[in-house]
């Protein structure tokens, strides 16, 4: 019995990761890449050569963390630092909550449908992969 | 600084997951399709539309413990039934072992560089696809 | 502040690992071997060249297991098959709990100081491997 | 069926461990010391008499750290704290991220081989002994 389909089609999640690679190889930082649904469920994960193995995990996180909270984990970070209002919410979720950039929402017609979680260089560096990941859905 | 290479390309990997998915397609079951390479780390997942959520995780594990003990999981899981010289297997490693048919190992050469493991329908399903998938590594 | 000594000290500990990588040697299968001492606490660990990277944690947690319950975890399996007194143990402490052969406690003067551990072949080959490092603490 | 090598053999890390722990010796701080592979997956472990249990995990997570990332542990600590760009990166790869002082790469030809962690005294000392430890890789 299929499933009810949740937003994001694998042929979209593989443009999405194919625009995400194209700004890393342009940068020169090799990334690991993921991809969830409305769900927050994986679609689709890469890693390119030579992409560091801890951020497998990360990018992963990262795609849920920004589905799960519809905001980029760059912008739930800026509120959970030391002190701040959600200080300790990365200590939630059975530790899939990342706080740092590199994860963005997917939106089509205003509505989160999705998230891509990019990791593998500076927080820079994985949010400009990111939104350039994000920007293919819309093409 | 980049690390070492370990034995299954980005490139490899998505022939592997497209061989996978023909088959996948030819018996009609949506599937999850995870490959994983020599250090047993993911390098890339792919969830057809409909396939089981719960099974993404399992796709990602099959592979794992296809590579972690160069064995087919089918084949682990002959002895790891009660009774047999490895149940009780699946407590360890956190919960990423495990023993049903999908996982198998990567070959070249005589020697696992990786694995695929394979998740969304019967257990012959799930092994029929991951062989395969297994098998476009040497194309 | 150094803490209280407790059992098998650094030196014992690679006696018993090298024992055991002699049997291994001679029925040629390479092995994970693990020591922990009479805190159950690891000591030692080994994996020699082509070991099985998911019998890391399972030597390691057979080592544990064998001093936690003070008992080979070949004994221990024999009572956590289903419908045994112990089945479902291999559920608690965390995942640590093996219940099949390869664990072997360490004993001084019919005391239990510590475990020995091994993982990397069949059942038998464990239990052998295991039981010739743990011979080494006699030596 | 034999896995493929991964880049640091058993010789290696043993040679690697003693020279931390010669290291340690000259300091007078027992130490705990891992070595992991180009996978992330340990090699060789040792705990020097007296040193803390608790390092045990720590020892081994801070090679795995330092291997996921191609960085020394203290480094991306630098990078980690309250505000920086990677706070919260400790909550990722189930608890086994360490962001202070004691995981050092293995290199071989600029490549990343595997990494060595060390835990049991302050973060300069295990700093000290993991950097005499990596040393030895080259010798």
């Known amino acids: 019995m299929a499933g009810k389909s949740l ?5 979209a999640a593989r443009k999405i990761i194919q625009a995400g690679q194209e700004k890393a190889k342009e940068i020169g930082v090799p990334m690991n890449i993921a991809v969830v649904d409305a769900g927050a469920n994986l679609v689709a994960f890469e890693r390119m050569e030579g992409a560091w193995i801890g951020s497998i995990d990360i990018a992963i996180n990262k795609a849920f963390t920004s589905r799960a909270f519809d905001i980029e984990t760059k912008a739930l970070g800026e509120n959970s630092q030391s002190g701040d209002q959600f200080f300790g ?3 939630s979720n059975h530790g899939r909550v990342m706080i740092f950039a590199g994860g963005v929402p997917l939106k089509q017609a205003g509505e989160v449908v999705g998230a891509v979680g990019v990791s593998g260089g500076l927080g820079t560096q994985d949010q400009a992969v990111a939104e350039a990941a994000a920007g293919a859905l819309a093409r």
Chains 1, 2, 3, 4 share one sequence.
């Open 7 to 11: 937003g994001v089609s694998l042929e």
């Open 89 to 91: 919410i990365h200590a």
